[in-house]
């Protein structure tokens, strides 16, 4: 990050266009920035199948979908045990294969996060000289009662620092794979 408000000119623009939440009094919105050394289409690949995320995100064992795969579909995902759920019932919200843009929303599950919505955006660059994906994923969420909005925050910010984490060393893995160097 550098620049104005400490982002580039590319994450600024991107998270003009697709990350502007409205929180109400009690609620808290944050966003967080991952540049992955993989192409967009690889990246994307693993970002849009809403009926897979335990592909990438460390914390789901498995994840069943109602219905096809559209706006509207419901998924039921098992959260993996040490955390402060079992289960998260989770709604689509938006899938855009063009402007690679996924939103969902928490309807239900036994979690805190009430109203949660979140928007996760891709974005091609160069990064090393090679082409490289900027992914930027935000969310609104009420701030359960007895935690402030930081600690609400700092705790939805963690897991979706470790998803991004985790979509970054699969992606890239997936990329190594894919790369071959010139013999000179």
Same mark, same amino acid.
């Given at each position: 990050?550098?620049?104005?408000?400490?982002?580039?000119?590319?994450? $600024?623009?991107?998270?003009? !266009?697709?990350?502007?939440?409205?929180?109400?009094?009690?609620?808290?919105?944050?966003?967080?920035?991952?540049?992955?050394?993989?192409?967009?289409?690889?990246?994307?690949?693993?970002? !849009? $199948?809403?009926?897979?995320?335990?592909?990438?995100?460390?914390?789901?064992?498995?994840?069943?979908?109602?219905?096809?795969?559209?706006?509207?579909?419901?998924?039921?995902?098992?959260?993996?045990?040490?955390?402060?759920?079992?289960?998260?019932?989770? $709604?689509?919200?938006?899938?855009?294969?063009?402007?690679?843009?996924?939103?969902? $929303?928490?309807?239900?599950?036994?979690? !805190?996060?009430?109203?949660?919505?979140?928007?996760?955006?891709?974005?091609?660059?160069?990064?090393?000289? !090679?082409?490289?994906?900027?992914? /930027?994923?935000?969310?609104?969420?009420?701030?359960?009662?007895?935690?402030?909005?930081?600690?609400?925050?700092?705790?939805?910010?963690?897991?979706?620092?470790?998803?991004?984490?985790?979509?970054?060393?699969?992606?890239?893995?997936?990329?190594?794979?894919?790369?071959?160097?010139?013999? /000179?």
């Amino acid at each position: 990050m550098s620049g104005n408000g400490g982002f580039s000119s590319l994450e $600024r623009e991107c998270i003009g !266009r697709h990350h502007r939440h409205e929180p109400a009094e009690n609620q808290c919105t944050s966003l967080l920035i991952k540049h992955i050394k993989a192409p967009l289409p690889l990246v994307w690949s693993l970002v !849009r $199948r809403f009926d897979q995320p335990q592909k990438y995100k460390p914390f789901i064992s498995w994840c069943v979908v109602q219905g096809n795969l559209e706006i509207g579909s419901i998924r039921e995902v098992d959260v993996k045990s040490g955390l402060p759920a079992t289960t998260s019932t989770e $709604r689509l919200e938006l899938l855009d294969d063009d402007k690679h843009i996924l939103s969902f $929303r928490i309807v239900g599950g036994d979690h !805190r996060l009430r109203n949660y919505s979140s928007i996760i955006s891709l974005h091609s660059e160069i990064i090393e000289g !090679r082409p490289g994906t900027l992914v /930027v994923e935000s969310f609104v969420v009420d701030t359960p009662e007895g935690n402030t909005k930081d600690e609400t925050c700092f705790v939805v910010e963690t897991l979706i620092k470790c998803n991004l984490k985790s979509l970054a060393d699969v992606s890239e893995g997936l990329a190594i794979q894919d790369w071959t160097e010139p013999i /000179v």
